[in-house]
């Protein structure tokens, strides 16, 4: 915080500016990546935000969330090499994508906080990372998405759902927003900005995915 304006959790950028949002959290935009955050007042705990993971009833076995996912596993699939190494970032209670990459051919492993906690991952590299529903949730975008592309090999692809929010005519209506636990909200320039800030190319295939490939180390 600097004289009373967050520092952007995604870029460093000091003076964000108060934007309009669902109440009742107070928002900031940054002014140059165009993330819009919570106040950091407004982040929840880790038992608050393991209590909202905790209802969520996702499965492998559910055809509506499977259709959900192909959103972004299509396009994904069109892109990655034979028998690739992949990792589900976020993967959740119930990890789903990584069991419909794993019917095409590749190899997954998973990673969450809370309900996968394996910190070997990060000793690894991958051909292929997922985060669907993730970003939004980060406290730390900057850095949680800085160790995300390190793993990933040069050529490999980050494959991202979230809803962005420039495309929202009314934030204060928006749902996406009306989550507890989501507290970042990113733009097209907030991915522009990921992609020339760790070299990748990034590509918007449908208004809620979002790949990106590593171009160089």
Known sequence: MRDGEPVCPLCAMPHA?????????TYYRCPRCA??????ASLPSAAEERAVYDL?????????YRRFLSRLCDPLLERLPPA?????????????LSVMLEEAGHRMALYDPFYAPFPEVWQREFDVITATEVVEHLHAPGDAL????????????LGIM?????????????????DPTHVCFFAERSFHYLAERHGLSVSFPRNDVVL???LRS
Do not use: K
Request: hydrophobic share 40%.
């Open 17 to 25: 500016r108060r934007v309009a949002g669902a109440p009742p959290r």
């Open 35 to 40: 993330l819009i955050f919570v106040s950091p």
């Open 56 to 64: 969520h009833q996702n499965s492998p076995h559910d055809a509506g």
């Open 84 to 96: 690739a190494q992949g990792l589900d970032f976020g993967c959740g209670p119930g990890p789903t």
């Open 146 to 157: 800085a160790e995300v592309i390190a793993r990933l090999r040069v050529g490999g692809w």
């Open 162 to 178: 979230t809803q962005r929010s420039d495309l929202v005519q009314d934030l204060a209506a928006w749902r996406y927003m009306r």
């Open 212 to 214: 990106m490939q590593r």
